[in-house]
């Protein structure tokens, strides 16, 4: 239902007792409203945000290094250029970043302007007025203007609602880039991995091959059993097979990069295998907690606290009358006659406008109640943000303090498999063993690499991980906006 309002609107000069009861009425009504207006100004302030961050970090390593950290160009810690060049050529093309930055530019846009309601307005208009007596028809040529005060909290609440929004695109933005950088980062990594996995398992078929051979050769000479043959026939069959699946790595994960470079293939570069990237000896040595606080989810919870208070306040404010000034003035020409108005037949009118609402089943009062109960519930989601983070930062150092353990094992893994390896060949030169025995050791350093390699990869992605938790993406200049192609038909 429709709430009842007691409107006092601008008083046209040109009825003198109407005027003269509008100057008795005007300064009794704003005096009365004068103490609710002065108590209703005040904005509640913004709650607090008290982030429950940890004071140490459970998963992070012994006797690290005092809090201080720049996680600009993180990812450079895998020591790869074309990784590099990759992130950078993302930034610059990648179709989410510039639906970002351009919401950012219109939230900026409207952000300049979002107090401009309580400012002086003036409106142009006509309009033609039929007389029911058919004997006269009026064209009106006229302008109004309006002006209503930001009381009770309008001004800053208003203020407040636009500057969450704003801030809200600006986390988008940063969390756009976030992702990227991470993703981008993540995908070249399980290229170049699924590449040097390739190689690796092609060169266990190739031994399997060369078994194979041998093992056919001895059966042939009565020297081994058939099924020795069979054996490593099948073993072949699962080598063989086995290649498909770092394949299918290698096409999705370039496929998946030009998608985030903007483009719709892949460049034939990325196809040519290439050096894993790796962190090596890299380990952490700083993380402090309040880095948490560049997380895009916190940075978009914080928003999104400002706007529900600002959104809040107007509620609020709505509860109270609303208060301006306005006049117009209007021109008449009456179309039936062809008489046109003279300058002395011009109307003005001037005056304060007020609008007190008396009753509305309790529609503005639940309104508030309810901006009340979103603002609560930012709050909470602000907080679950900052232990969604927390959560994630834990798991990611723990990941990768332990896959820098298993690296470093199946690293002494390989040194020994190779040792051993450069030892049966020389045996099998000297006539102490055999061309299977060389194949044999091939296939078991092949594996091992295998492991380490996949190991390498795995401490990569929680390296990717632990800074995209952090909110560790750079903070470039702003990206300059794509232009759609637009159709000229």
């Keep these: 239902m429709i709430g009842k309002h007691v409107s006092s609107t601008a008083i046209p000069p040109s009825n003198a007792r109407t005027g003269k009861a509008g100057g008795r009425i005007a300064p009794l009504l704003l005096g009365s409203l004068l103490g609710t207006v002065l108590a209703g100004c005040a904005v509640a302030p913004v709650p607090e945000l008290k982030p429950p961050l940890p004071e140490t970090w459970r998963n992070a390593p ?66 033609d007025v039929v007389n029911p007596d058919t004997s006269a028809s ?16 309008a001004w800053q609440s208003t203020k407040r609602v636009a500057n969450g929004q704003l801030n809200g695109a600006q986390a988008a933005l940063r969390g756009a880039q976030v992702s990227l950088v991470a993703e981008v980062t993540r995908r070249w990594v399980e290229l170049r991995s699924a590449q040097r996995q390739e190689t690796l398992l092609g060169a266990i078929h190739d031994a399997q091959q060369e078994k194979l051979r041998l093992l056919q050769t001895r059966v042939d000479l009565k020297l081994a059993p058939p099924m020795e043959a069979a054996r490593a026939q099948a073993e072949l069959a699962r080598a063989e097979a086995a290649l498909a699946e770092p394949r299918q790595a290698i096409n999705a994960a370039a496929q998946q990069l030009a998608v985030l470079l903007g483009q719709n293939e892949p460049d034939p570069a990325w196809l040519e295998p290439g050096a894993q990237p790796r962190l090596g000896a890299w380990q952490l040595t700083a993380a402090p907690a309040d880095l948490l606080r560049a997380r895009p989810e916190i940075a978009m919870a914080e928003a999104e606290v400002l706007r529900s208070a600002g959104e809040l306040g107007l509620a609020r404010k709505d509860i109270y009358p609303h208060i301006g000034f306005g006049s117009s003035i209007q021109w008449s020409i009456n179309i039936a006659t062809n008489h046109r108005a003279r300058n002395h037949e011009g109307i003005f009118s001037a005056g304060p406008v007020i609008d007190i609402p008396l009753f509305d089943w309790g529609q503005r009062i639940a309104a508030a109640h309810a901006k009340d109960h979103e603002l609560n519930a930012a709050l909470f989601a602000y907080r679950q943000a900052v232990l969604q983070g927390v959560a994630e930062t834990e798991v990611a150092m723990g ?27 020389k045996r ?32 990569d992605l929680a390296y990717v991980s632990l800074y995209k938790a952090l909110g560790g993406a750079p903070m470039p200049a702003p990206p300059q906006p794509l232009q759609p192609q637009r159709s000229t038909d």
């Design 428 to 459: 099998a030169e000297l006539g102490l063993g055999s061309g299977l025995d060389v194949q044999d050791s091939v296939i078991e350093g092949q594996r091992t690499e295998l492991e380490l390699t996949s190991a390498i990869a795995a401490r």
């Design 138 to 153: 009026y064209f009106m040529v006229g302008f109004d203007a309006s002006w209503e005060f930001p009381l009770f909290g």
């Design 62 to 127: 012994a006797n690290v290094a005092p809090p201080s950290a720049d996680l600009r160009g993180w990812w450079q810690a895998l020591g790869d250029p074309a990784l590099d060049g990759l992130i950078d050529r993302a930034l610059r093309n990648n179709l989410d970043v510039a639906q970002a930055a351009e919401r950012l530019q219109a939230a900026r846009q409207v952000n300049g302007h979002s107090r401009d309601s309580y400012l002086p307005n003036l409106h142009a208009r006509t309009n």
């Design 399 to 425: 990941d990768l303090e332990l896959l820098r353990g298993r690296e470093q094992a199946l690293q002494q893994a390989s040194e020994a498999s190779r040792g051993g390896g450069a030892a049966v060949r």
